[in-house]
């Protein structure tokens, strides 16, 4: 798999930083600790999630991950998302990023390319045009994908959303998704083995995200 819709954007300032992987990988765990050491640094840093992190996107997501809401059609599925991405990146990602902040965003357009074009199986090309356009080209400085294997992440769960529901075939796709995209584009991906303890992740993370902290606020 190739990066899908060519190089895309890299903001000139402030710093995008996105965790993904499968369910229960620890992504808000190392989202938050991330977020808090470069605040004890002086550095200006949204912590941010999708979906559902602006008023309309809450709505959004109420409909994609609610089991209450039963099947939707895959394609409406992906449009939901990718209307969500469009209102977070135009009033939330953007205006931080161009205030100099680091921006952390636990998921992004990745999630969907896994879940609805691999998992859903509606094919990655269509899908990654869509939440592309959504997001207006605008890529991670860098993705950490923090892999692990469906039937570990998903035992993590009591109750699950209508996305933690699924298979484990469809969470499997989703996870050989994230790590194809990540094999695609060693410079902007960093793949850690979410068994590992949590502050050796994190210090793996802090020693990527350090070089890209020049063109960040404090």
């Known amino acids: 798999m190739s990066p899908a819709g060519g190089p895309g954007t890299y903001a000139d300032t402030g710093v995008f930083v996105c965790f993904e992987g499968g369910e229960g990988a620890g992504k808000s765990t190392q989202a938050d600790a991330l977020a808090r050491w470069l605040t004890e640094a002086g550095y200006a840093c949204r912590l941010t999630f999708e979906p559902g992190d602006t008023p309309v996107g809450k709505q959004l997501r109420d409909i994609v991950l609610d089991p209450a809401t039963g099947e939707l059609s895959p394609r409406t599925e992906a449009l939901l998302y990718a209307a969500d991405k469009a209102e977070h990146v135009d009033t939330l990602v953007l205006p931080a990023l161009r205030r100099g902040e680091v921006v952390i965003t636990d998921r ?22 869509l939440q592309r356009w ?22 993590r769960f009591d109750g699950r959303d209508r996305i933690e529901a699924e298979g484990h075939e469809f969470h499997e796709r989703a996870r050989q998704a994230f790590l194809a995209l990540a094999a695609a584009d060693p410079d902007h991906y960093l793949v850690v083995d979410a068994h590992q303890p949590v502050d050796e992740i994190a210090a793996l993370v802090r020693e990527r995200v350090t070089p890209l902290l020049g063109q960040a606020a404090r």
């Open 134 to 155: 959504a997001t207006a080209e605008l890529r991670p400085h860098l993705t950490v994908v923090l892999d692990v294997a469906p039937e570990h992440g998903l035992g």
């Open 108 to 129: 992004y357009v990745d999630s969907s390319i896994a879940y609805q074009g691999a998992g859903r199986v509606l094919g990655l090309d269509e899908v990654t045009r």
